[in-house]
């Protein structure tokens, strides 16, 4: 646990100097309107559509399309908001229908907030299955077929583009979850904390893609004594391919380690959106684990949510 806080308080402390030069390195004001590709992990305002004010890490030349509002980059900061229903099956056969909220709140140019809350969680568990990570980030065994809500998830990253390794941006990630569920089996009874940083590039060979690697290394500070320690590792890899249909393709890969367990899982999401209109977008995203250790990894998943950004 030791190693554990003071591997977080480094990343906070790293977080926090850059918080703190909020006022000294604000980036030019002209974000254009993005949707973090969240959870879920996306949003595309198209090539002829009416353009917006170009993402501050591309400069258009006169005469050049306008780029896509995509919606997907984390390094572009605009208030946001995403409803979203996910179903979810385990190896085990757990089963879980999730309908959340998620959005994002900029509160500068370089410095934003996301949430998301499941406010509609369903999980059907027969007597010995468990749950565990990322569904619940405590595998502990329970019974029942609970409804209600779940817990809540926030985000806060910072963006200075002198934080970078050649052409790939890295922005500071910290991930904070606390234990709202109103049922044992629908949350972890824990704080656990989650710091983490993105590397953000833009991809040369197809025009306005990108790939945002998202790392997190996630554990439990306190909660109820019954649960299990929490370790693990959690990626959030994203590739983002828009096209002149005002159509996306956005593959997601999350690569699972548990510390504590010792058991690796993989799985991948090829999320595929739609615009509807300037700053409304609608996306499905099927999702399938590719190598599990355990049954309390993900067998399909399957989401769809409507975008809107300001």
């Known amino acids: 646990m030791c190693n554990r806080v003071g591997f977080s308080v480094l990343a906070l402390a790293i977080l926090a100097a850059g918080c703190g030069s909020l006022i000294d390195n604000r980036l030019d004001d002209r974000t254009s309107h993005m949707l973090l590709g969240a959870s879920p992990s996306a949003a595309l305002g198209g090539f002829g559509a009416a353009p917006s004010s170009p993402p501050p890490h591309r400069i258009i030349e006169e005469g050049d399309e306008p780029p896509p509002d995509t919606g997907t980059d984390p390094r572009d900061f605009a208030d946001k908001f995403m409803p979203y229903y996910r179903y979810t099956k385990l190896e085990n056969g757990v089963k ?3 309908m959340s909220i998620f959005g994002l709140f900029a509160f500068a140019p370089n410095f934003a907030m996301t949430y998301e809350w499941p406010l509609a969680l369903e999980r059907e568990i027969d007597p010995g299955d468990d749950i565990g990570p990322p569904i619940n980030p405590n595998p502990v065994d329970q019974t029942g077929d609970d409804t209600g809500i779940g817990d809540l998830n926030l985000r806060f990253m910072y963006r200075n583009q002198d934080i970078a390794i050649g052409p790939v941006e890295i922005l500071p990630v910290c991930e904070l979850w606390f234990p709202t569920a109103n049922q044992d089996s629908l949350g972890s009874g824990q704080l656990q904390l989650a710091p983490g940083f993105a590397a953000v590039s833009d991809l040369g060979f ?5 790939m945002a690697l998202m790392n997190f290394y996630q554990f439990d500070v306190y909660g109820d004594d019954f649960r299990d320690d929490v370790s693990f590792y959690k990626g959030r890899w994203f590739f983002m391919f ?4 005002l159509t996306y393709v956005m593959p997601e890969m999350q ?7 010792d058991t690796f899982s993989f799985w991948i999401g090829p999320e595929v959106g739609q615009i509807f209109g ?5 996306y499905v995203k099927p999702g399938f684990g590719i190598e599990n250790n355990q049954d309390v990894d993900r067998e399909f998943t399957f989401e769809f949510g409507w975008r809107w950004f300001f």
Do not use: A, M, Q, R
């Open 242 to 245: 828009p096209f002149p249909t």
């Open 206 to 210: 197809w025009p306005y893609s990108f």
């Open 278 to 282: 300037e700053g409304k977008v609608l």
């Open 255 to 261: 690569p699972i380690y548990d510390f504590e367990e």
């Open 96 to 98: 879980e229908n999730n």
